[in-house]
Nanobody, 124 residues
Framework: QVQLVESGGGSVQTGGSLRLSCAAS????????MGWFREAPGKEREGVAV???????SYQHSVKGRFTVSKDNAKNTLYLQMNSLKPEDTGKYYC??????????????????WGQGTQVTVSS
């Protein structure tokens, strides 16, 4: 079993920055895809950024150039550095891990292991 615990959320103003962390424990394979997803009120959960075992990344178009996903395999920790935050980035951010059938995609239904989420609120 895999346990994922997110931290680092909070409230910031437009243009601010936050760094999210996701600590993984249990049987966590370095081969897993790991990623960040977010869910805004009334909207479906969407993939923000994912990273594969070789460090290759994929971002949602709206966050490219502003967000950076990274991981520290020695610490079993996933990060999301979020800069130039906008009100539309508001939502609950979740960490996920799994072996998606078609590679490290940003579709939430492809991931089995999830954290409890951390809230990010960006005010204008």
């Amino acid at each position: 079993q895999v346990q994922l615990v997110e931290s680092g959320g909070g409230s910031v103003q437009t243009g601010g920055s936050l760094r999210l962390s996701c600590a993984a424990s249990g049987y966590i394979s370095s081969s897993y895809c790991m990623g960040w997803f977010r869910e805004a009120p009334g909207k479906e959960r969407e993939g923000v950024a994912v990273i594969d075992s070789d460090g290759r990344t994929s971002y949602q178009h709206s966050v490219k150039g502003r967000f950076t996903v990274s991981k520290d395999n020695a610490k079993n920790t996933l990060y999301l550095q979020m800069n130039s935050l906008k009100p539309e980035d508001t939502g609950k951010y979740y960490c996920a891990a799994d072996f998606p059938a078609f590679g490290c995609v940003r579709e939430a239904y492809e991931y089995k292991f999830w954290g409890q989420g951390t809230q990010v609120t960006v005010s204008s």
